[in-house]
């Protein structure tokens, strides 16, 4: 396809765990010129996105910080669609919830939706989580989740869910910035990301999963985890912004399953591994 009728999209934070599959998905689409930003792009940690089938004519990576308006800028501008999927994901407990987690992601998300708006960027799609949208003690009993439903901040500050707190944060802000400008944002609510790891480093939501192979409890919480496959959430973000009539929010999950169901799998795949023996009953919280 000749250069000209290429499609320049652009991929925030290009290396982590599901932009990596969304950047093999726009390159294997064979019409996009990707540009990805990272934080170093010749860090050993990014040669996945470079060893991929057509990053050498179609993918470039960026120095860019979401905190830093001009670098996001230089990255957007000229590009038809932006893919917003960095965000900061804490492994622990944070000491400055404030600076380490919500500011990035916030100031982070209005610095990118900024840049898109001057650029005149026709779609952004953003990665937002259904931790914005199950944390809400006054949803109805019962009654399931869905995108009406938005995670209560005051309930994220009390229980110091911090991670929680941001990407309700980061994607309120959005649509508020979106009714204030018209930008169209599009946003994907995913649950429980697993899936093959592209990258080197292991992420938050993969080591979930690696912990019960690791055998360091023998009792655990049986409670219902909504996951979703990394591939699918790739898939529904190119959806979200090749389909027209895409608008407002979507959860991306897949049925819940219990964690000791997840475990009988596990132990049937991977028999070699020590895992937790006994498990204790769960409130069942999200019902998604």
């Not at 409890?217 to 190119?238: G, H, M, P, W």
Request: aromatic share 8%.
């Amino acid at each position: 396809m000749a250069a000209a009728a290429r499609k320049c999209v652009c991929v925030t934070g290009a290396g982590g765990f599901v932009a990596s599959w969304l950047v093999k998905l726009l390159l294997s689409k064979g019409h996009y010129t990707v540009r990805g930003t990272v934080r170093d792009p010749g860090n050993a940690k990014n040669a996945h996105l470079k060893a991929l089938e057509g990053a050498g004519e179609r993918l470039q990576l960026l120095s860019a910080d979401l905190l830093d308006y001009d670098s996001i800028a230089s990255a957007v501008a000229g590009c038809e669609g932006v893919f917003h999927v960095a965000s900061p994901v804490p492994s622990g407990k944070s000491t400055n919830p404030e600076e380490e987690v919500i500011a990035p992601a916030v100031t982070g998300t209005l610095n990118v939706l900024k840049a898109c708006y001057e650029a005149k960027v026709k779609r952004v799609v953003m990665v937002s989580s259904v931790v914005a949208v199950s944390n809400n003690a006054n949803w109805p009993k019962g009654k399931l989740f869905d995108e009406d439903s938005w995670s209560d901040e005051d309930l994220c500050r009390k229980g110091e869910d911090w991670y929680f707190l941001s990407k309700t944060l980061a994607e309120r802000e959005a649509f508020a910035y979106a009714a204030k400008t018209g930008l169209d944002i599009v946003t994907i609510c995913p649950s429980l990301v697993i899936g093959p790891l592209m990258q080197s480093t292991v992420n938050t939501s993969s080591n979930i999963l690696l912990n019960y192979l690791k055998g360091e409890r023998d009792t655990v919480e049986n409670k219902l985890r909504n996951l979703v496959d990394v591939r699918d959430v790739a898939d529904a973000l190119l959806l979200a912004y090749e389909n027209p009539e895409a608008s407002g929010r979507y959860i991306c999950s897949s049925v819940p399953v219990k964690v000791s169901d997840m475990i009988s799998i596990l132990k049937t795949l991977y028999p070699m591994y020590t895992y937790p023996k006994k498990f204790h009953r769960s409130g069942g919280k999200y019902h998604l």
